[in-house]
């Protein structure tokens, strides 16, 4: 037993013999041999069942550390992911050194917070450049281990206290719970371990020499050793030399953990938890030169001191560390706060919209006392307002919130948003199915109970569906009075169950809510990112400014009036809001609910048309008429044609299409489709072929009307032309304008297929897999109809294929006309810093505001050398790979060489054919194009190939797109993928 007590003496003074062994072998002192201890003693021992934070101090569950500093530690200065992985705390010398500290007492807080919150240990650059190589310049100095020291000697060292600044420092810095703190310390984690470099156990036990290794390209740092003690202070006196050199110094040094127990900081100053937060501000870290350690206010004295400079002047040892402190604080009140990423966006989101007079002139004097109400919030009632108004517009829980980065008790920072107008409380609840919905399922269940509703099996929904019903019925005492009913009641209880909760003021949130839309006019929002306050556009603003998303230099010229007045834009959004939820009742399938917003907003629509002037939306260009509210309003009534036809009112939805197409202000790139319906509901839904007839007359006569919608009609005609129940309607069907179509090659090629349950959705095949042996030989792979068709054109020799659909050739069109589409001098196509293409592409002003460019261009095109085509793709490729463009697809290419063999099969002839016809009318030749691409770079030659499964055809703008295809010189071939037998797993 007594060997086995030594042992264990042993093994828990291990780590400290050993770090001692080290920096004595280092330091070129001669260390005394320690007993090892058996690797066995590791996988016996039991593992902590929490570690405390290396950050903050904090226990936490072992398995959950990198979650806590991730989402919740309150010292985690959100800095660059690479460097916040990093383990090890490695300070440089830029850090480690001030050029000249300041001495000032008064200075002492500000100086303490600066260190606080600039710690090299998350900085990028610090973290890449620092090494880890421990020189044998040594700074050596005593410090003072308290309770830590005691532990790690306890059962070794039975000897009192000798150490002589022991009792004032215990007495002065002892944590209010002791054991918590031991415990803290007796569970450190390997990744703290490492960065605690202990160098020697003294006689007097709890005294330990720590020594810290610097390296530098100038002058070798000098150290003292000081052991005194005074009245007004009980720890080593340092301060920090000069530093001669700023540029070429590089120092690799350690520092000892710090003691975290106890930790109190200010709710202020709690960080983002957004992880890509790092990148702000990061370029001002780089240039400081004093030492940014992250400490806290509750650590010793002597604490501070082990994280400050390692690079002392021996001359000026009497200076005491508080004054180092001090100076630290000074630097600290320059520096900005940091923000999380949402705040920071938000912020610019506003500042950026009312910076614009045009768009300032939209919000009255009311608005903008909202905004300033805003600005003058705390930061921490800042981040909840814009964490609430990125939620759904609903009542919350206060007790429900968490968001741990703003404050562990978000009860006063809702009190303020309260108290500044921006919130309301639950005096303000009184819509009862709101509450009902407020209540989680098993606090609901406990107040159906109460009425005896429902049972243990019922769900959430059937639940309130119940109290609801019983809420409408009247009690037989309370026929006088109606505060007694049953609806009161069922609200008392359930606000009483609810507690505490909020909800944003719908004033406030709707004059941000238009600040936001303003900002991404530009971009469409579904109804869930509008009811998520535009989460999506302060996303992209953060991925901008940390640099992982970039879109296309561009110039932003703004020159028409889009609004009007502030009422403009109120029924703007009120139009698109109405919109939004027209299609969300489609999605869900509830018909009827979606023709009561569509007969609402149409009625909405008729009053605005007859009590307002809109002659200025018919005067903006078209691209830009689509940021109007008559645009909106026209959108509904189109989906309120579809409507009309799933519940079967076809003459109501012949009737909204009459409407719709007796006017080409609004959607007029919607014609054809409408013309099409038109056709179709009075050829076979009411049996009219005579108005069939003249509305096919009407559409191919629209200069609006294009591509498949006008290859349709046509086709419709000769079906009703060549149909004996028409005979009598010949004459008339036989003056109509005819298209004609040129067929393509087909080919028929078969496969296994892969038989799934129900049969529907896309086809899929057995493919033999590829690879060498008897096991590949017979192993399958399942596969689309696409890639059993590469695998064709692979045997034929085709070496490379891709199939890409339209992207492949919109990529080709971009990469080649980069830029003619990004030119400067055409006004209001580039209103946003954040646009993907410019807003003019989709309609016919696109080819009109560049016709000269592009005719040149294409010509250029036209009669350009294999080597010229390289060279344009090349150019654009280095300089603009990566760029959001909504034309490329920067993945479609392997390679860049992929892209110029491709382009060198096809010829500059072909490619600008093909750039000409989208140039001219991308908004309807985007879609049709073929589904694969192979090519023979062997001897230059491709194919251009519509694949097509079991009982599937060809779509009208495929049929076009093949004959343009073929008519500019390209081998173009329709493939079409049978089924064979269980036997018939092969390639024809």
Partial sequence: MAERDNKDQLRRSLSLSKSKKKSNAKAGIAASSASTTPITSFFSSQPPSKLACPLCGQLVPRFRINEHIDLQCQNFERGDSNAASASNSVVPSMQLSLSNPPKSKEAAPQKEKEVKESSPYFKKNNFQNATREITSKTVVRKIDLGSLSSKLS????????????????????????????????????????????????????????????????????????????????????????????????????????????????????????????????????????????????????????????????????????????????????????????????????????????????????DDMSLVHAFEKLSV??????????????????????????????????????????????????????????LLPAPELKALAKTFHLGNSGSQKQQLVDGLLRLSRQRSLFSLASAQNNIRVVILKRAKQLAGSCVRLCRGPRAVFSRILLLFSLTDTMDEEEMAAGGQSQLYTILLVNSGRLAFPNYTVNRLAKVFQDREDLIRYEASMRALQEVISAMQAGQWEEALELYTAAKSAWQELRKNNDLSHQEALPVFLRSFTTGWAYTRILSRGVEILQRLRQYEEAVEELRSLLSQSVYCPDSRGRWWDRLALNLHQHLKKPEQAICAIRDGLSDTLVRTGHKLSLYQRAVRMKESASFKKYRLQLKDLPSIHIQDVKHVTIRGQLFPHEGGMGKSMFLLPAKGNGEESAEATVICSVEELSLAHYRQQGFDQGIHGEGSTFS??????????????????????????????????????????????????????????????????????????????????????????????????????????????DYRHCRGGLPDLVVWNTSNNTYKLVEVKGPNDRLSQKQQIWLDELQSLGADVEVCHVAATGARGARLE
């Fill in 811 to 920: 990529t080709l069109f971009a990469l080649l006309l980069w830029d003619v589409i990004f030119m400067e001098g055409i006004p209001d196509v580039f209103r946003n810093p954040y646009q993907t293409c410019p807003l003019d592409l989709y309609s016919d002003c696109f080819y009109e505001n560049r016709k000269e460019a592009i005719d040149s261009h294409v010509h250029l095109l036209s009669e350009a050398s294999v080597e010229t085509l390289h060279s344009m793709l090349e150019d654009v490729w280095t300089s603009q790979k990566g760029n959001v463009c909504s034309l490329v697809n920067w993945e479609r290419f392997s390679s860049l060489q992929q892209a110029q063999s491709l382009v060198s099969c096809m010829g500059g002839a072909f490619l600008g054919g093909v750039i000409a016809r989208m140039s001219k």
């Fill in 380 to 437: 921490m009632g800042q981040k909840l307002y814009v964490r609430l108004f990125q939620r759904k517009l609903k009542w919350l829980q206060v007790n429900k919130l968490d968001y741990g980065e703003i404050c562990s008790d978000l009860g006063p920072v809702a009190l303020e948003l309260v108290q500044s107008g921006f919130l309301q409380t639950e005096n303000d609840l009184e819509d009862l199915e709101e509450a009902l919905d």
């Fill in 154 to 365: 306890r059962r070794c060292h039975k000897e009192p206290d000798t150490c002589p600044e022991r009792t004032q420092t215990d007495d002065k810095h002892a944590p209010a719970h002791p054991d918590t703190e031991a415990e803290s310390h007796g569970t450190l984690s390997s990744s703290q371990k490492e960065n605690v470099l202990v160098q020697s156990l003294q006689d007097n036990k709890d005294c330990v020499t720590v020594i810290d290794s610097t390296e530098a390209s100038g002058e070798i740092p000098i150290t003292d050793l000081s052991s005194a003690t005074s009245k007004h202070s009980s720890f080593s006196k340092l301060s920090k030399r000069k530093k001669e050199t700023t540029t070429t110094a590089k120092v690799s040094g350690f520092r000892k953990k710090a003691k975290y127990e106890g930790m109190s900081k200010e709710p202020e100053r709690m960080l983002s938890t957004a992880k890509a937060a790092e990148t702000t501000d990061t370029d001002e870290h780089k240039t400081e030169a004093p030492s940014s350690i992250s400490c806290d206010t509750s650590l010793s004295s002597e604490e501070i001191c082990e994280k400050s400079a390692g690079v002392v002047k021996s001359d000026s040892l009497t200076e005491s560390c508080a004054e180092q402190t001090t100076s630290d604080q000074v630097v600290k009140s320059s520096h900005p706060q940091w923000l999380p990423y949402y705040l920071q966006n938000f912020r610019t989101v506003l500042q950026a919209v009312l910076e614009n007079e045009a768009d300032r002139a939209l919000f009255n004097q």
